[in-house]
């Protein structure tokens, strides 16, 4: 009975959200069942463009097809895997609560080596996400909420500079796509687009997803949203085309 009042609570809150905020809202195309993949926590497309990598079960990574069907799984010795981004060949993967960078090479499916970073804070409040910045050859990391600070880092990952954005009160995924930052918030069940030099907000959508965690964008430049607690994968039309 518990179960079933507090997912309740959370539909009633996700579709207030919807009714107060000001953004258009999406609405997918496809639709698809993640099966045998637990507690999704991030999407990543592969450098194929024909598959994607999806984190889940705290400590694994899967290897999936355009549709989520399960293809392989990568056991790379997490703890509270989060957030991940590609570069090349290497998975740089985000430990939450261990505060840890992971970087997994995925040709020879062998960590390499592990970065430790310093961030205070409660053990589920540490680096929700990551992203490569192409342009900077740098890495951008995100504190879930209270606060919700970016931290970018070098490619060797020293600290380099901490900021807010405005509007931005919780990330669960960053993207980075055709030289553009998108930040996904669980919370607000909202898309930003963001000015990474102003560090404000281009442009937002709204998504009908309860617990969206893990966003990418594909060939075709569809927006793909995966969820944790209904076990989906959604596929949205890119809504600047």
């Known amino acids: 009975m518990k179960s079933i009042f507090s997912l309740f609570l959370l539909w009633a809150g ?18 698809y069942s993640v099966k045998g993949m637990s507690e999704a926590s991030e999407i990543v497309l592969a450098a194929d463009g024909q598959n994607v990598y999806i984190l889940a079960d705290k ?26 981004t590609l570069v090349g060949d290497k998975l740089y993967i985000s430990d939450e609560n261990l ?33 490569h910045l192409p342009l900077s050859n740098t890495f951008l990391l995100a504190s879930e909420k209270s606060p919700c600070v970016f931290h970018e880092y ?17 990330v669960s995924a960053l993207c980075w796509y055709q030289n553009n930052l998108y930040v996904l918030s669980d919370e607000e069940a909202t898309v930003y687009k963001v000015d990474l030099q102003k560090h404000t907000i281009i442009n937002a959508w709204q998504v009908p997803i309860i617990n969206p965690e893990g966003l990418c964008f594909n060939k075709q430049g569809e927006m793909m949203i995966i969820s ?9 039309s890119n809504p600047e085309q």
Request: charge should be positive; charged fraction near 20%; aromatic fraction near 12%.
């Open 14 to 31: 996700v579709y207030s959200s919807f009714a107060q905020a000001s953004y258009p809202m999406l609405r997918p195309t496809h639709k």
């Open 59 to 84: 400590a694994y990574v899967y290897k999936a097809d355009m549709q989520g069907k399960k293809i392989q799984k990568i056991d790379v010795k997490g703890y509270d895997i989060e957030g991940a």
């Open 99 to 131: 505060r840890q960078v992971l970087c997994y090479n995925l040709s020879t499916q062998t960590l390499e080596k592990t970065h430790q970073l310093h961030y205070g804070g409660g053990a589920n409040l540490g680096f929700e996400s990551i992203v």
């Open 154 to 170: 070098s490619e060797t990952f020293q600290l380099l500079n901490q900021f807010q954005i405005k509007g931005i009160r919780e």
């Open 228 to 236: 944790d607690d209904m076990g989906k994968l959604f596929v949205f």
